[in-house]
């Protein structure tokens, strides 16, 4: 019996599939170059082209897509707040957008499969925004947006999971500037100020607003004072000691011992002329 003559596709279309060339048979299967009207090219068999692939893919997708608009349509969701945050979550994790490029797609950062096409998917796992102030947030910055990593947080919530935060440690707590700021009552900017001036953290975290325990050089040459095994800026010593910062600077521009500088009382004249005396 003559063997059957392949027919040859080349040319022919299928719905959004061209014919390119014949690639090759697999047992009694053949397998041709297909190109898409996106621009994919697949190798398709031709069984599956006659009956039913009319697209390397892209068709269903977009009909997934529109299936997840119509189905937020229908719930009267679309526009909501929940679910322009579904939106740019997947615009973020764009590797073509720059924000996708440096800090989601390029560190691995991705929307799970479930949730990508499927907004009700995701609106039904984390449910409506507490409120206004509240945005999607990853408990996990090193994992993606999925199932048990996403929730509703407020700005605040948020800057305290950056992976970049500035962790500050003292007295045995290590704390965000955020939540040192909340607990000493300084603000935010107050503390990163300080820090980048070169003040101590116990400078920092423990001065009042407006101290500055450098004197008056606004922090360029800081003037320290040690004593009993504690070098301190004067102001602190003042602080500490009950006595006002100018008196004990007064002492020392005059020649006092520090020890004497710091413990005699107010009123007391220099050891040092009683010696000479």
Known sequence: MPRKQREDLTGRKFGRLTVL???????????????????TEKQIAVTNLIQSTKSCGCWAKEVYKRDAKLRAWKHGLEGTKEYRAWQGMKNRCNPDSNAGRSN????????????????????????????????????DNDRGYEPGNVRWATNKEQCRNKSDNHYIEFKGEK???????????????AIRSRL?????????????????????NNGRTPRCVEFNGESLPIPVWAKKLG??????????????PVESALTLPVGSENPLKRQKS
Request: charged share 25%.
């Open 21 to 39: 060339s014949f690639a090759f048979r697999k047992k009694s299967a053949y397998y041709w170059n297909c190109v898409c009207e996106c621009g």
């Open 104 to 139: 989601y797609y390029g560190r691995g950062i991705s929307v799970c499969d479930e949730w990508k096409n499927d907004f009700m998917a995701f609106y039904n796992h984390i449910g409506p925004a507490p409120s206004e102030k509240h945005s999607v947030d990853r408990i």
């Open 243 to 256: 006595m006002k910062d100018h008196l004990i600077r007064s002492r020392l521009k005059d020649g006092w």
């Open 175 to 189: 704390l965000t500037v955020i939540e040192w700021s909340e607990r000493i009552g300084i603000e935010e900017s």
């Open 196 to 216: 980048r001036r070169g003040w101590t953290v116990e400078q920092t975290l423990t001065l009042p607003i407006n101290a500055n325990p450098f004197g008056r």
